[in-house]
């Protein structure tokens, strides 16, 4: 289910009776915030948001800023719905494991202010692993994260987890975030 996409126009009255004169037509709710506390309490109600304005507030976070006026009123809404789809896409490539922030469209994982650069295949283990929530064994993981047959005689899932294991030893100084057990590998 999508949350309700809510645009809060902040400080800028015109554009804010412009749009609401139109409100029934657009895909997402309207209010107006005239100061910082009308803009704090509406940011904290709502979880999908994009605040517009015509100048830029350092502080403000998912802020899109409307400098080009006069602009075609189709544009703008454009212009927003981009907004909105870009904010989604961001929030859904944040992946948290254990202590470790993994982000799908750079593919680093993070923790703190230290970063990880990781390849596809590193991701698709670790997404994997992490979403078993038991060990995973050597055949599943060849069949589901690198698309072998079982029959295929080849180290390449030992070969990439062991690697995997040496860059978070290296870089995070973690040895225990993919654990080898008996019946294959896991994520606690």
Do not use: C
């Amino acid at each position: 289910m999508m949350t309700d996409q809510n645009l809060i126009i902040y400080k800028y009255t015109s554009l804010y009776h412009i749009l609401e004169e139109l409100g029934l037509d657009l895909n997402f709710k309207i209010t107006f915030a005239e100061n910082e506390n009308s803009l704090n309490d509406k940011v904290k109600k709502y979880q999908n948001y994009l605040i517009i304005s015509n100048k830029e507030y350092s502080n403000i976070v998912n802020q899109f800023i409307l400098k080009n006026a006069p602009i075609n009123i189709f544009k703008l809404i454009e212009k927003i719905n981009i907004e909105f789809l870009r904010l989604q896409f961001n929030s859904q490539s944040q992946v948290r494991v254990n202590n470790y922030t993994i982000n799908l469209n750079s593919r680093e994982m993070l923790i703190n202010d230290i970063k990880l650069k990781l390849t596809e295949k590193e991701i698709n283990t670790i997404s994997y692993l992490s979403k078993a929530n038991k060990p995973v064994s050597i055949d599943e993981l060849q069949k589901k994260v690198w698309s072998y047959q079982s029959d295929i005689e080849t180290h390449t899932v030992e070969t990439h987890i062991y690697r995997l294991r040496k860059k978070i030893l290296n870089t995070f100084n973690d040895k225990e975030f993919i654990i080898s057990q008996k019946n294959g590998y896991q994520i606690k």
